[in-house]
């Protein structure tokens, strides 16, 4: 049984009378659209497996996000169409069901997609920056597959149109040249070129002679830039740079990240470990103390070379091992770097001070602007 007591009447009562008295009180909010500011210097992307967080490393302030599939292998970006590219896959059960691959694209001013364009259905799902690589025409947009061999999906990013899929066996990730060229590491020990017609179809290609042995000292797949063309590291730490000239492939001659006296170092990391300063012709590439196998060992300090010279000037140690870094290219550059336990901390990459730490999710890897 239950009895209502005079006081809980009133309460009852004075509930109900207030309600409506209280609801007319409220102000309707206003809808509105923010938009990005101007990109300022050393601003980067950092992109985890809940989407990419756009920095200003200067402040240590977010000033956006990109909401991306949760298998994106990398996003790139270019200024002048103020748009960002990625590579996603969804499945049409969240974890299972029909699988979709896309390249999406987003508008830079409030960061949501303007279009989509849809690729053939095996994308390597691989948090590698170079399985990205967007030519230098800013046009083509190449997407590196696995079904299982390897072939490239090309996009016309500017028509919003897929072209057509190039077949690549035994050749992995893009690094754009020229205009509208690729070169892709070889698992014979060579380079292949890749020429794009106007079209975005495939008019040329060219092998180079074997630079490296496969067995005994492989290269990574992740590479850098370099004022010419791109740095490519092997597991034991040879650096050697790769460029072209028309259809030509040219290789320089290697050189060791390691000192005579100075052996059981080794370069490597779970991500991206080697970025360079075109510029200033800087490298930073993420060492430590290991043997054979220990390539995806999270580097203890982050050596820096001087290109011109081959010689190493400074030796940065970690408190927590690094898993990924980056460069900027701004003149006065910032060094990006991801540790074990989720941070991502930003140094002075002329005076290796530390900055300020900035607390993200797991970043994998970074993109300038």
């Not at 699988?99 to 999406?104: K, L, Q, Y």
């Amino acid at each position: 049984m239950h009895f209502h007591t005079p006081l809980m009447m009133c309460v009852v009562l004075g509930v109900t009378l207030y309600m409506p008295l209280a609801s007319a009180q409220i102000t309707a909010e206003e809808i509105s659209t923010e938009t990005m500011p101007e990109p300022g210097t050393n601003w980067f992307v950092s992109k985890t497996r809940d989407g990419g967080y756009i920095f200003d490393a200067n402040s240590g302030e977010m000033q956006g996000m990109l909401s991306l599939s949760r298998r994106t292998p990398a996003v790139t970006m270019w200024s002048p169409r103020r748009e960002f590219y990625a590579a996603e896959s969804y499945l049409s059960r969240g974890v299972h069901g029909e699988r979709t691959d896309i390249v999406a694209i987003y508008d830079f001013d409030n960061l949501s997609p303007v279009a989509e364009v849809v690729i053939p259905n095996h994308m390597a799902r691989l948090s590698v920056r170079n399985h990205l690589g967007l030519m230098n025409n800013g046009r083509h947009l190449a997407v590196h597959n696995m079904n299982p061999g390897h072939s490239v999906s090309i996009v016309d990013v500017q028509d919003r149109v897929f072209i057509y899929e190039v077949s690549t066996p035994g050749c992995a990730v893009m690094m754009p040249v020229a205009e509208s060229d690729f070169l892709q590491v070889c698992g014979d020990g060579t380079l292949q070129l890749i020429q794009l017609d106007l079209s975005g179809f495939e008019q040329n290609r060219v092998r180079s002679d074997m630079f490296f042995d496969v067995i005994d000292d492989a290269v990574f797949d992740r590479t850098t830039r370099s004022a010419d063309g791109w740095f490519l590291v092997t597991h034991a730490g040879t650096i050697f740079e790769v460029s072209t000239s028309g259809a030509n492939i040219n290789i320089g001659d290697g050189w060791s990240l390691l000192p005579e006296d100075e052996e059981g170092w080794r370069p490597g990391s779970t991500n991206e470990f080697i970025s360079a300063h075109r510029q200033l012709g800087l490298l930073y590439v993420a060492m430590h103390e290991g043997g054979e196998d220990t390539h995806h060992q999270a580097g203890t300090e982050i050596w820096v070379f001087d290109v011109s010279n081959q010689r190493r000037i400074y030796r940065l140690e970690m408190e927590t091992p690094v898993t990924s870094l980056m460069v900027t290219q701004e003149d006065a550059p910032k060094l990006i770097v991801a540790d074990e336990d989720g941070g991502t901390h930003v140094y002075d990459a002329l005076t290796f001070v530390h900055e300020r730490k900035i607390q993200t999710p797991g970043a994998s890897m970074f993109e300038d602007f």
